[in-house]
């Protein structure tokens, strides 16, 4: 069974530029996660999409959004990127059994983001 | 505010050495806690969910167990192959649909030969 599958892998992208990072959760999973890992702050959650719906949200500011596909897979952006933006970003999928309960999150690779 | 911590932060065994790794948390409603492993550069492997205080999960080498504000996860025998940052995260009851967790900052763990 294929894992969550993120693409890129890295990227590098210059101050005020945007960025979208592409997720393909597992198959059967309805829910993924995007988590923000710097060395500083450790992994903070961004957002969580179920059925194409925005369901929960962390404490990030605007410039970083997503969306969620009919088939599951998940982009996240970040708008006029700044040097703190760099990261490693982590999507997550769960199976997310009858919708309001959660089960354990399965997470892919992870793209190594470095604004410059 | 939810916070999860983790201590010590930083573990250095000799190969067959066992020892623990703690998780405290301080959350309004604890549904569940995880356990992670997570190599340099890539993501968190899952370990164990653990659910209620008293609950035990035990893989190979690792045993979880949780209380009502902590968790430990037990290192047997440990390996070369155990080294990485070991995570725990929680999922409360303040967020009742979806799938968020707060993390803690982790122990490197190092083993050596």
């Known amino acids: 069974k294929a894992g969550v599958t993120q693409t890129p892998r890295y990227l590098i992208k210059t101050r005020g530029q945007q960025v979208t990072l592409s997720c393909s959760p597992i198959?059967?999973?309805?829910?993924v996660s995007w988590y923000q890992q710097t060395p500083g702050q450790g992994l903070q959650f961004l957002f969580e999409?179920?059925?194409?719906?925005?369901?929960n949200k962390g404490n990030f500011p605007g410039r970083f959004s997503g969306r969620q596909f009919s088939n599951s897979r998940s982009e996240m952006n970040v708008s006029t990127l700044e040097l703190g933006d760099s990261a490693l970003y982590l999507c997550?999928?769960?199976?997310?059994?009858?919708?309001?309960?959660?089960?354990?999150?399965?997470f892919g690779q992870g793209t190594r983001l470095t604004v410059v | 505010e939810d916070q999860v911590t983790q201590s010590p932060e930083a573990l250095r065994l000799q190969e067959g050495e066992s020892s623990s790794l703690n998780c405290s948390y301080t959350?309004?409603?604890?549904?569940?806690l995880f356990w992670y492993r997570q190599d340099p550069g890539k993501g968190p492997e899952f370990l164990f969910t653990l659910y209620s205080a008293g609950e035990e999960k035990e893989k190979e080498r690792l045993k979880a167990t949780l209380t009502k504000k902590e968790s430990f996860l037990h290192i047997t025998a440990p390996k070369p192959e155990d080294s990485a940052t070991y995570l725990c995260a929680v999922q409360t009851y303040e967020n009742n649909y979806g799938q968020n967790f707060v993390f803690g900052p982790g122990t490197r763990l190092s083993v050596l030969p």
């Open positions: 959350v309004s409603g604890l549904r569940g």
């Open positions: 997550a999928s769960s199976l997310a059994l009858g919708g309001a309960w959660y089960t354990e999150a399965f």
């Open positions: 999409y179920f059925s194409e719906t925005q369901r």
């Open positions: 198959s059967g999973h309805r829910s």
